[in-house]
């Protein structure tokens, strides 16, 4: 099975700062690879897939990029409504995976 | 709009059973793969299970392989989750999740709120 890692586990960051969320999977996924974006008592969230598209109506202050096992999340400019907790999910195998998650909160 | 609503989480014994519901509106339910993930307290997302448009294929965690089975009715774009044996472990907040594709489980564009499943002595 393939296992997903993230990094930092939690971040303290404070509004406007540039912030990148490090993903790293056990083998290669190609470009397989999405992150969410999950806040307290809400459903998760599609931000970006196939590494580095956004989903449709994120803002553009997140990208992502990345292939193979190595992947980042990167907010360039840190909004009070994107503290919350991001994971990255593999989708390279029949099963997905998710990391373990980033805690992003404030400084 | 994409509506998810799940249904039947409760309190269960160790070694019982509970079925879970999942209610669709809003798309053309027997078009996309449907997966249940779930979030045990302070602990992150777990994926849990996965059935296709048609139900032809389920795929399932090794944590919940032979214990639990996806089903889903698509004359009445609803998404079940049988679950049986359960463990302490088991407990957790089920979300019921839509798939941006119809074969293979690959990303999630919509979740529900989810449903609290306790398993307790």
């Known amino acids: 099975d393939i296992q997903m890692t993230q990094s930092p586990s939690t971040l303290s960051a404070s509004v406007g700062d540039r912030v990148t969320i490090t993903c790293r999977a056990s083998?290669?996924?190609?470009?397989?690879l999405a992150w969410y974006q999950h806040k307290p008592g809400k459903a998760p969230k599609l931000l970006i897939y196939?590494?580095?598209v956004l989903e449709s109506g994120v803002p553009s202050r997140f990208s992502g990029s990345g292939s193979g096992t190595d992947f980042t999340l990167t907010i360039s400019s840190l909004q009070p409504d994107d503290f919350a907790t991001y994971y990255c999910?593999?989708?390279?195998?029949?099963?997905?995976?998710f990391g373990p998650g980033t805690k992003v909160d404030i400084k | 709009q994409v509506h998810l609503v799940e249904s039947g989480g409760g309190v269960a014994q160790p070694g019982r059973s509970l079925r879970l519901s999942c209610a669709a509106s809003?798309?053309?339910?027997?078009?996309?793969?449907m997966h249940w993930v779930r979030q045990a307290p302070g602990k992150g997302l777990e994926w849990v299970a996965f059935?296709?448009?048609?139900?032809?294929?389920?795929y399932y965690a090794d944590s919940v392989k032979g214990r639990f089975s996806i089903s889903r009715d698509n004359s009445n774009n609803t998404l079940f989750l049988q679950m049986n044996s359960l463990r302490a472990e088991d407990t957790a907040l089920y979300y019921c999740?839509?798939?941006?594709?119809?074969?293979?489980?690959?990303?999630?564009?919509?979740w529900g709120q989810g449903t609290l499943v306790t398993v307790s002595s």
């Open positions: 999740a839509k798939d941006v594709e119809a074969i293979f489980g690959v990303v999630i564009d919509s």
């Open positions: 809003g798309f053309t339910f027997n078009k996309n793969g």
């Open positions: 059935i296709s448009f048609d139900g032809s294929n389920e």
């Open positions: 083998q290669s996924i190609s470009n397989w």
């Open positions: 196939k590494a580095s």
């Open positions: 999910q593999q989708y390279d195998s029949y099963s997905l995976t």
